[in-house]
DNA sequence: CATGAATGAGCATTCATTCAT
DNA sequence: TATGAATGAATGCTCATTCAT
């Protein structure tokens, strides 16, 4: 109605403390997921305590209702934004390279400094032995929970990566680059290798660095190992 | 003590009768151990209680607390079990194959089909996030808890399975059949495919079935990577 | 204080000022109540929650204690509301009649058919088993806690219904149509049927369409056995 | 197998162990159940609470629930406990009288009575708002839930009381003791009338001690306005 | 050898209420 | 006037563990 009124002060001081506001809510929510994700690696998904998130942050159980609506919500919270990003990284690596060989290592890399440099993540994301209730939501549709069985085998070709990885196969097939094979099924086993990589460096058993040192011999074995 | 006196006959009678008692606290003790195994199986690490356990078995609760010291002791001594089962699965599996890279498949295989065959069990074994409270007895050493994180490091090269697969690279390399590399190095990145490979099958990443056919993609990718 | 000089401008103004937010302080006040009421009669008291009242009337729970100091003193009310109008109802019904019978199975009529009419009213006005909380205000007096058990007793003297009902029996006892007895003592038995009725009706041992059924022979029973 | 044998001392002393804490287990669910009914009379069924009941007795919450599998169980119990004394009750007061309008009058004070002597036991059996849950189990049948609402609405044929009333009455209607009518109706009358008595001495509304003085007029109108 | 009784700690969640703004 | 943020207390329930017997 009056909108084009230049704006009082009172009204610019309300502008900025909802602001500030809405900052420091932000805030929390993120220090919440940050808590959460750490919760989940201290103690696995199924011990998983929105108590102790609460305990980490210090604030009371109570509060973390005001930002998610439940334990689940949050979870899913956390996966949503981690896949967001995951895939972002992905695209990201496999666009900076050319030939075939070159963005499989690419994107090898990426995929395992995305794990390594995000622990709780990660293992929330692609190491849940019961990633059935974030189904519905990863997949972007309204599945019912009766689909559920029949949704969770076919996700995978729904992360970006899976895809990129098999349009890379594909072209280096192709282009003579790679001997015959079926690409879905070498996407799986690449996957599969830099996914057991990744899971063993965020498990005690093997440390972190040494993982790193594992990286090159991994990708170039793998890379050698499906040239013609 | 008094013990080169001839034993009279109560003292053999005694002897009987603790022998006899000691065979049934063994046969109890491994009643507890496969209910604990089907449990486990059946719910999950984190979602295993001791109480169900004593039930599948028709004993109280506090029964099982006589054989074994807690709830951790239980899953330990299982777990200790499962590796003295894997161990020999492993090497049975490279000492049927002669050069070198049958026997990186036969392992592969063999590492690959334990996993699928005990889902609980492998994940007990090598993808708890915090396997620390497992590694003194691994490590087969009174290790105080503070040296903990040292111990985590070097655990899999007690693994037996670690050594088979240093020792078959190692021949290959030395009689031509690979190239050059570090042998340590290469075992882990195989390591790490085909843990990655059961790993994605026991989650809902992947269907168990569809995990089979990437087991030879995989194997051969690698393999054949190795090659000079 | 300085109420006795002639008002200025800006007194008028915010005297006319104070007038409007009183009505709309009046105004919401009336829709919390009724949004209370509503509230009351989806959940039932024991069920009752502030913060869905707030949520009915699209206001933040924190507003409804502008207007009401805390949950009690909303039931309060709202029981409050309710005998106001339960006594207007019962009053039209013995005005309608003129002789004592017929004022008699007025007032029972009218009284069953409010219950019936009114479950969760009904249920807080007479079927609380800890109505202690409301005597004070009911009984219009600032009554402190301690005395609460002596006020408890004299309650029923207080309502309106009561005492139009000893007030028939005392007309009819006087000329002829019943015979004699004590008019409280009866009026209590009187009460106690018609209460016992809609009390019926109210739970799940008796439908209340059933109750419908039963009303003329109650009545009828009750006041043939009054006569001489 | 051996079971001839006179008991040694030591078995005697298990089977009279065996017994005391039976005893003592029998002792507690009493305790228990006792407790149950005054928590539930004080705060009503919804908000009746376990933990409190726990405190009461001076038990830790945790120890109910080796006596009873949950909350609705242990309502349960008091409930049914409660209907076989009722039932016994009412049944030993009508054989007690012999024509139709003494064992009106007897029936009714028994009712009365129970009611005023087990507040919470009647307030669970009769004041409950919601008594779905109790159904199946009143009507003792497998009733599966689906069939609950069909249920609920004859549960008052069910019970003795109900009964014997409506056979009262039909004997004191065909011995032209009182006049016609539909004994069903009527005998829910005189229930409503007597049940309403109860709920108001059980309620603030009515001293108890009051509604003993009630108990006559009431009656006597009642049996009064049956008479032909 | 085995158990029954009992408990304390922990969990997710809801609610009435307070307080600073 | 109204609100958002935050909390403490409470609930039903499960579990590992202890202790006396």
Do not use: C
Request: aromatic share 6%; net charge neutral.
């Amino acid at each position: 109605m009056m909108d084009s009124k230049p704006p009082t002060q009172a009204a610019r001081t309300r502008a900025a403390s909802l602001e500030r506001r809405e900052g420091r809510k932000r805030e929390l929510r993120e220090q919440i997921l940050r808590a959460a994700g750490e919760e989940f690696t201290a103690h696995g998904p199924e011990n998983f305590s929105l108590r102790r998130v609460a305990e980490r942050i210090g604030y009371s159980p109570t509060t973390i209702y005001l930002y998610f609506q439940n334990k689940e919500a949050l979870l899913l919270s956390t996966v949503e934004d981690g896949f967001r990003s995951f895939d972002q990284t992905i695209e990201d690596a496999v666009n900076g390279a050319s030939d075939a060989p070159a963005q499989l290592e690419a994107l090898g890399r990426a995929y395992i400094a995305f794990g390594l440099e995000n622990p709780p993540l990660y293992r929330l994301m692609f190491m849940q032995p019961n990633t059935d209730y974030l189904m519905p939501r990863l997949l972007g549709s309204g599945t019912a929970p009766a689909d559920l069985e029949a949704a969770a085998q076919p996700l995978h070709h729904r992360v970006v990566a899976q895809e990129l990885l098999v349009a890379a196969l594909q072209k280096g097939i192709k282009d003579g680059s790679f001997r015959k094979g079926d690409p879905v099924l070498l996407a799986d086993a690449l996957w599969a290798s830099v996914h057991g990589l990744v899971s063993l460096a965020l498990s005690p058993l093997m440390a972190p660095q040494h993982a790193e040192n594992v990286v090159s011999p991994l990708l170039s074995t793998l890379i050698n190992g499906l040239k013609a």
